[in-house]
Structure formats: structure tokens, C-alpha cells
């Protein structure tokens, strides 16, 4: 994770990054994007629960049954607004998101 952002527009271009980098969306941005990036940095959302947010849900989206069918492209950041809204009532520690991230390394297709 990098570090703090240091104005509305930083935190609005990490936001937009992280969803980009992904597995599983679709890479591109749209104004949607932008304006729910806005409305998490005006409630005061901090990057590093949406930063956790994205990974969390990548992991739980590759991590299926093998017979499962495939799940579509995500296309958009308001997909991961349940999840969002979970990392930012959890109580775990920051481990729990570092074993996240090591886990989607290991899934990620080299």
C-alpha cells in the first residue's frame, strides 16, 4: 500500500488505480467510477479499508469451486461497494489483509 493520499484528487487517482489493478475488472474507468471515488474520499472512507476491500473481494471471487461457471468482468467499482462496507465495519487486524494479499499472489495467473 502506498501512502496516505494527500488531496482529494490523490486519493480519488489511488482509488481508481487500485480498482484498475484488480483481478477481474475489466481495467477500464468510467465517470461513475469517478464520482463514487469522490463520494468515498467525502465520507471520509480511508484508502487503506478500500485498498483491503478490493483485495478481499478478488480473493473470494477466484477462490471457487472448480465446476463453478466463470464469473463475468467486473466493470465497475460500485460492484465492490458491499465489500467496501464490510472492510469498513470489520474489527481484524492488518494481518488478516496481508494473508489476503499473499493468498491473490498465489492465485494470480503468472
Given at each position: 500500500m502506498d501512502?496516505?493520499?494527500?488531496?482529494?484528487?490523490?486519493y480519488v487517482r489511488k482509488v481508481l488505480e487500485a480498482y484498475?489493478?484488480?483481478?477481474?475488472?475489466c481495467g477500464n474507468l468510467r465517470q461513475p467510477d469517478r464520482l463514487l471515488a469522490v463520494q468515498l474520499y467525502q465520507r471520509g472512507v480511508p484508502l487503506s479499508k478500500i485498498e483491503n476491500a478490493l483485495v478481499l473481494a478478488a480473493v473470494r471471487r477466484m477462490?471457487?469451486?472448480?465446476?463453478?461457471?466463470?464469473?463475468?468482468?467486473v466493470r465497475s467499482l460500485a460492484y465492490f461497494m458491499?465489500?467496501?462496507?464490510?472492510?469498513?465495519e470489520m474489527e481484524v487486524g492488518e494481518e488478516y489483509?496481508?494473508?489476503?494479499?499473499?493468498?491473490?499472489?498465489?492465485l494470480r495467473p503468472s
Open positions: 501512502q496516505q493520499p494527500s488531496g482529494r484528487e490523490d484498475r489493478n484488480t483481478p477481474g475488472t477462490i471457487r469451486p472448480a465446476d463453478a461457471p466463470p464469473l463475468t468482468t458491499p465489500v467496501i462496507e464490510e472492510v469498513i489483509f496481508q494473508y489476503a494479499r499473499q493468498k491473490l499472489q498465489r
